[in-house]
């Protein structure tokens, strides 16, 4: 099992992983934003050096 451990942590570490990971977030925040603004919540303002980080790190 500790191969399994190691091999995973490794796979964790790699920039392809942080691609998917940075996009997952990206989907995850935009359907919960749609569902915040249909439940009449109010949209809040851009970030937009938060966004640039995360597209372009």
Known sequence: MQDFDKAFNEFLG???CHKVADAL???MR???MAGWLSAGGKEPPVRQENIEKL???
Request: hydrophobic share 50%; net charge neutral; proline share 0%.
């Open 55 to 57: 597209l372009w790190r």
């Open 30 to 32: 935009s359907a919960f």
């Open 14 to 16: 790699r920039e392809e």
């Open 25 to 27: 977030y990206i989907v």
